[in-house]
């Protein structure tokens, strides 16, 4: 096979010399030389000289040829060194790398894989418990409506992340930009969750000036600030209290603070919060958590080109903003 493949690449180049040499021969025969002992002394030395040069340069291309014609049984046959000469080298350098970006490549699917299905499994159990209290309260004779409300609103709000988490991989084709009324669209969330103030008996509190826009995509946004809003009701304990939502313009940059007076994070989990399936401390408090709502919310900010600034304070709340560059 090797030397099959040779004389292939090197076919043309030997048709090429012959041409050359019977040219040069017709050429002097033309102008009167016509010694035929000189003219086959002269293609003796061309034939020679040519096929020396073919068989070292056979010889110091066979173990490339050996390795590009035989049958591959791992990937990792790509990366043996044969090479001699500098073409089959190069091209040993260009499958080095190209070997290299396949693994990347394997490791980044591999990754977003076992997140998938760590994410699915862990939201799969999270579902089960509103499902399972529904079919508590269709087996009561008389149905509490607010209490099923509630439970369908969590399958929801499970669903939405869901899908959310699936649009994510495929960002940039779910992207639509725009100019944003902040206010309008804060307020949409918040009536959005309503239902989950009132039962938390916690109170927004807006303090955003009219006509302030920023540039975003709506849809994605929502779901930012959504998180934002739904950790801070989620992770305050105590009735009345409040979550501010304000919005600050520093240096020509928009920055929408979301302030609860809530739990807090310890340090030691601040750090961590927006990791994937990172629940933390205050996550196995409620038993509700799946440790993606801030690592969504930071993986979306950050494809929106937005900055998510997050400090707490262990017993006084937690505040999370987001900044919209000029």
Same mark, same amino acid.
């Given at each position: 096979?090797?030397? &099959? ?81 500098? %073409? ?24 977003? #894989? ?63 930009? %725009?100019?944003?009324?902040? #206010? ?7 009536? %959005? ?42 992770? @305050? ?34 750090? &961590? ?44 709340? @937690? ?8």
């Amino acid at each position: 096979m090797g030397l &099959r493949l040779f004389i292939r690449e090197y076919g043309s180049f030997i048709i090429l010399q012959l041409i050359i040499t019977i040219f040069l021969l017709a050429v002097y025969w033309l102008e009167g030389f016509r010694d035929l002992a000189t003219a086959f002394y002269a293609l003796s030395i061309v034939l020679l000289l040519t096929m020396s040069f073919l068989v070292v340069r056979y010889m110091l291309r066979q173990s490339y040829y050996d390795k590009v014609t035989a049958t591959p049984v791992k990937m990792e046959d790509a990366l043996h060194k044969s090479a001699r000469t500098p %073409e089959s080298k190069s091209v040993e350098q260009y499958m080095h790398h190209l070997y290299r970006i396949y693994q990347f490549e394997v490791q980044a699917l591999h990754v977003t #894989k076992d997140r998938h299905d760590q994410f699915m499994n862990q939201w799969v159990h999270q579902m089960k418990t509103p499902i399972s209290v529904i079919e508590l309260l269709l087996q009561e004779e008389e149905l509490d409506g607010q209490s099923m409300k509630e439970e369908v609103e969590r399958l929801k709000n499970g669903l939405e992340m869901v899908l959310m988490n699936a649009r994510l991989e495929k960002f940039e084709e779910d992207l639509h930009v %725009e100019t944003i009324d902040v #206010k309008q669209l804060v307020s949409q969330v918040v009536n %959005e969750n309503k239902r989950l103030f009132i039962t938390k008996r916690v109170f927004p509190q807006l303090d955003i000036e009219d006509g302030v826009t920023v540039t975003s995509d709506s849809k994605w946004l929502k779901f930012v600030i959504g998180q934002f809003i739904t950790n801070a009701v989620k992770y @305050t304990f105590e009735p009345q209290k409040k979550v501010y939502i304000t919005v600050d313009q520093q240096q020509g940059d928009v920055l929408l603070i979301v302030r609860d007076e809530g739990i807090g994070i310890p340090k030691s989990d601040l750090s &961590r919060v927006t990791k994937a399936f990172f629940t933390g401390e205050n996550g196995r408090k409620t038993g509700e958590s799946t440790g993606m709502g801030l690592y969504l919310a930071q993986e979306v900010s950050t494809k929106l080109g937005h900055e998510l600034l997050i400090t707490s304070e262990v017993g006084v709340g @937690t505040t999370v903003t987001l900044r919209f560059g000029q």
